[in-house]
């Protein structure tokens, strides 16, 4: 097993001889780069920090006899090296000068312009040019600071007491160029992942011995693979592989508590670095399973895996803050938590039946992505789970209007055309007394040239025999929205409901996901038996629809939802 060392330390802590390998190219960084390093340490103490830690990229090392070879973190190590040789000559000696030194194998004098700074070296070779030009912005940017002498005796302290680094030490037999080539070449740099699981490896983990390692390897593997299952992955975030380079990396962001506005790279391992010197490895290593192994438990729970997954996938509350409420309590005070979190979740100023599609769409879309999912908890004896999978994974979800809607946005003649000739045959399925409204329609489908205003007249005819208009206030009200996907709903938009079930029966034949309660809308599950017909969406289908959201929301509700609004 390859042997690691790993740690953190002040800038300030930074000894020893490095060089720079001839495989890497030479000092590179231009005034900006200089110029914002300078204000992030300096800004320190400053709002956006709130007095805590400024964390360093890594410094990535590998000894070589009494030096280390610098495989990452040259230009960061060398311009930390530049800012205390200003800090210690423009303040006479009175701050130190840099506890380690810096040379290039392919530029034997660089030792040399590194101690002394000589500026009339500048001009020499492209490496030092960079060099002195560096030196140059480090000294523009002192000067700019208001008293030179306070900025400076700031920013010594910061590095003494504020500024870390990641200390990585490689082992002895790595090929470093290879190393190098995967952290610059190939642009995948160390995560906070691959730094815990070496805090863990490390030939410093006293507390562990090689037997132990190997089994914390094992077990790390295991995890990830795991959490490559997308039913487990999907339950528990809504971030798309994506979002991590190793999905481990999602356990212990929960365990560092990191927020979703938390910018800094390396936070999550510098908190489990600072919890690994507050409880041991061990322990910490009990944490991070036991948090796995938790998740893992309400993954296969089926109370546990519908409840939070609605609450994660409605962005209702984060994995953090329902991890938190788990902690320390009984199973059923979990379940009661979470039933509140819930409430919360879908809790209404207003009668639910005033939600309106145009000034409550997020409201309406999380009940109704409740219902579905309560509807499959509750659907046949823990055999049925709600897919988060699925609906994650699709593009994004809206409302589909189950009642007939407008043709709005229908401008062009093949458009008229197929909708007159898909509504044609719900009016065919009518029965007698249509043959007049069904000769206009073959009339309008096979003219020549189709006016818009023609389409616009058949239209409506169409729209009021397949379903009784009840004014914008029905069409836009939750007991005649159900959610779909945007590729479907773009599919059935302008359609009337016979059209619409038509589609939705195909879409469910090619095997695209339908959310259960949307599949059971246009189903007619809900609606009454007696007297049920297919061809439209009537006021009883309405009324079952909510009477049916009402039987399986109601313990989460303020209030049943009214088939009618007021006013």
Known sequence: MAEIKLETKFVGEITGS???PSYQRGYRWGEEEVVRLLEDIYGVYGETHEGRNYCLQPIVVKKQGERFELVDGQQRLTTLYLIYKYMNSASNGFI???????????????????????MSMKEKYIDFWFLCSAYETIEKWFSSKGTKSV????????????????????????????????????????????????????????????????????????????LHKDGFWYFLSNQTEAGYQTRIEFILDLISKKT??????????????????????????????????TLKDWYG???????????????????????????????????????????????????????????????????????????????????????????????????????AQHAEGMNKQEEWREWLSSHRTSIAALGDGNSRLLLELDKLIHKRKLEKGEFLAAQKKVVEKLSAQRGEDYLHSIGNLALLDCGGNAALSNSAFAVKRNKIIEMDQR??????????????YYSPSEGNQLQFW?????????????????????????AEQEG
């Open 538 to 562: 009537g006021q009883e289908d309405r009324n079952a629809y909510i009477g049916a959201m009402n039987r399986v929301l109601g313990k989460y509700l303020d209030s049943e939802i009214s």
């Open 18 to 20: 490095f060089f720079v």
């Open 511 to 524: 095997g695209e996901y339908i959310p259960f309660c949307t599949k059971m809308v246009f189903l007619k």
């Open 96 to 118: 130190e000068p840099p506890q380690f030194t810096l040379s290039y194998e392919t530029r034997e004098e660089s030792a040399e312009l590194l101690e002394t700074m000589d």
């Open 151 to 226: 900025v400076m005796g700031n920013v010594n302290r910061f590095f003494a007491e504020r500024v870390k680094i990641i200390w990585y030490e490689a082992d002895e037999a790595e090929d470093a160029s290879s190393m190098f080539t995967r952290l610059n070449i190939g642009k995948i740099p160390l995560t906070s992942a691959e730094l815990v699981k070496a805090m863990f490896l490390s030939r410093d983990g006293k507390e562990t011995d090689t037997k132990r390692q190997e089994e914390i390897a094992l077990q790390w593997d295991e995890m990830e693979r795991e």
């Open 301 to 403: 729970n089926h109370e546990l895996y519908h409840k939070a997954g609605y609450l994660i996938a409605s962005n209702s509350k984060r994995l953090t803050d329902i991890y938190e409420a788990s902690k320390g309590v009984a199973k059923h005070k979990f379940l009661e938590q979470l039933d509140k979190f819930i409430c919360e979740s879908v809790k209404s100023l207003e009668n639910y039946a005033d939600l309106s599609y145009e000034r409550d769409y997020p409201k309406i879309s999380r009940l109704l992505l409740l219902f579905n999912v309560e509807s499959v908890r509750n659907n046949g004896a823990h055999t049925q789970w709600f897919p988060f999978d699925k609906h994650k994974r699709q593009a994004s979800w809206s409302l589909e209007h189950i009642h």
């Open 260 to 293: 979703e506005g938390e910018r800094g790279t390396y936070y999550t391992f510098f908190a489990l670095d600072k919890l690994r010197k507050e409880k041991g490895l061990k322990e910490l290593w009990q944490e991070i399973r036991g948090t796995f192994l």
